[in-house]
């Protein structure tokens, strides 16, 4: 390979040595019996004289994480997957051939390692290696400087390396398993019942996105990655489970930033015979009780705020957020003037927008980046929510809301439309704005509507960007910081 430097090519050739020398240098199975966590959690307190007259014997292995050498006698850090533990290398100990081994090692080999544990004259609890296995000899040099920003795309793309020299990496995505564990848990003890939902799709629904599309061969049928698993989910709710939820994998083909991935991760979950204020209460309950079982407080710090999870949350309805924001009763009401008012906030329109969708350009605008607190927006237009049930006193405004932290939006939530005639109603009407050239609107569903027409008790349903959640709980500002692969551009 062209990238094959002078540093890459000496261990190449130490390589050949090595298996010169009679030598596995990718060895198989080595009897780990002991962690470098459990380890210092266990001896962290003994002395030196404990440990000598004990003589503890312990087996370890990771990889070579640093080294320094004194002739016949060396000492390295070997790190495994919890943690770092030093060791020492005798040559007295090891024997020639043994400590001819060691010598050709580098920092980045995998070892397995058996001997007594003392303390060094600095008292760093270390293992006096009595014998060492070579398990996989590293071709590469790990980077000395791995930090900062001109090498970013080079830690995404290469997130393998970022995790071995940056620990502070491999906590955030511990942390988000913790996270999601923790969701699992607040749920599955309510009576919710994990499922699983078609990825591939007919008609992409439950969502205004862009799908991607592909092919399956032997049906010969265009088929859609999902940009939710709504419609299935509620399909649920009419075959009788009355409490589902699903964490998935969602796809929408759209722009990369530091909020955007083209895949994602969302928890949706359904609640037959409840609508949207229930679900304001359940989300500040499950997030304030996540954050609490994995941080151990309510206060986070995100990108220069302290934001405070102790419930209640504020509370506001939509167009009073508008009010708020200083827009004219008029604009909130008459087309027009919305328009007008949204075009000299920048806002970019094609022409032929309902109201509702020209409220939600200067909601974007003038709303959205200052909610820094956790906020629950509430009572969006119809024209923007056509899966939503429609509020009783208004027409105009369905039982929605979408929960804000930072200018971001995390959950979004809805009393769920149930009544078939107006669902496809509101389909008919998105396909009417598809066919002027929305590509995000959404498509006719004919099963779906079949589903409502056998019945389908009042719900009310939510979705909470699990991405987005681990990104506040860790501090993390770009989704690509919380994603393990994001997506990349092809490389030169």
């Known amino acids: 390979m062209e990238d094959y430097n002078e540093l890459i090519q000496q261990r190449f050739k130490k390589l050949g040595e090595v298996c010169a020398m009679g030598v596995k240098p990718y060895a198989g199975r080595f009897p780990v019996a002991d962690s470098a966590q459990v380890l210092a959690e266990k001896y962290g307190n003994t002395g030196k004289e404990e440990l000598e ?3 503890v014997r312990v087996t370890v292995a990771g990889r070579v994480i640093a080294m320094r050498s004194f002739g016949k006698a060396c000492f390295c850090h070997i790190q495994d997957g919890s943690g770092r533990i030093q060791l020492y290398f005798q040559k007295n100990t090891l024997g020639e051939d043994q400590y001819a081994l060691f010598k050709k090692l580098d920092i980045g080999d995998f070892i397995g390692a058996r001997g007594f ?37 080079l830690r995404y793309r290469q997130r393998y390396v970022d995790l071995i020299v940056n620990p502070e990496v491999k906590k955030v995505f511990l942390m988000r398993t913790m996270i999601v564990q923790a969701i699992r848990g607040f749920l599955n003890s309510r009576g919710y019942l994990e499922v ?42 009419v075959g009788g489970f009355e409490r589902v939820y699903e964490i998935n994998r969602n796809f929408r083909n759209e722009g990369i930033s ?12 359904y609640t037959a015979y409840a609508d949207y204020r229930d679900l304001i209460t359940m989300t500040e309950e499950m997030i304030s009780t996540v954050a609490r079982d994995v941080l151990g407080t309510l206060k986070v710090g995100f990108e220069g705020h302290e934001i405070d999870l102790t419930p209640p949350w504020k509370r506001i309805s939509y167009r009073d ?3 708020e924001a200083g827009v004219p009763e008029e604009v909130l009401v008459d087309a027009g003037k919305a328009r007008e008012y949204a075009l000299n906030k920048g806002a970019s329109l094609k022409g032929g927008e309902p109201l509702g969708k020209l409220l939600n350009e200067i909601f974007e605008a003038l709303v959205e980046p200052h909610l820094i607190q956790p906020t629950f927006i509430t ?46 109603e509101r389909f008919l009407k998105q396909v009417g704005e598809r066919e002027a050239g929305d590509e995000e609107a959404h498509q006719m569903d004919e099963d779906f509507i079949r589903a409502l027409e056998y019945g389908m008790p009042p719900a009310a349903g939510e979705g909470i960007g699990i991405d987005r959640l681990v990104m506040l709980l860790t501090g993390s500002s770009s989704i690509r910081d919380v994603i393990l692969f994001p997506q990349m551009k092809k490389e030169k």
């Open 53 to 55: 007259q004990v003589k």
């Open 117 to 153: 544990l003392f303390r060094t004259k600095t008292n760093e609890l270390t293992i006096d290696a009595e014998d060492f296995t070579l398990l996989a000899k590293s071709l590469r040099p790990l980077p000395e400087k791995w930090h900062g920003l001109t090498d970013v795309e």
């Open 196 to 237: 699983e939902t078609p990825m591939m799709q007919s008609i992409p629904g439950g969502a205004t996105a862009k799908p991607f599309k592909t092919h399956h061969n032997a049906l010969d049928m265009d088929l859609y990655l999902r940009i939710a698993p709504e419609l299935y989910l509620k399909r649920l709710l």
């Open 258 to 269: 530091t909020r955007h991935n083209p895949e994602f991760t969302m928890l949706e979950f």
């Open 321 to 323: 957020s508008l009010r």
């Open 379 to 424: 009572d969006y237009p119809t024209d923007i929510s056509p899966l939503s049930k429609r509020c009783d006193d208004d027409p105009a405004s369905v039982e929605r809301f979408e929960l804000f932290v930072v200018g971001r939006e995390l959950a979004n939530a809805f009393s769920e439309l149930n009544d078939p005639v107006d669902q496809k």
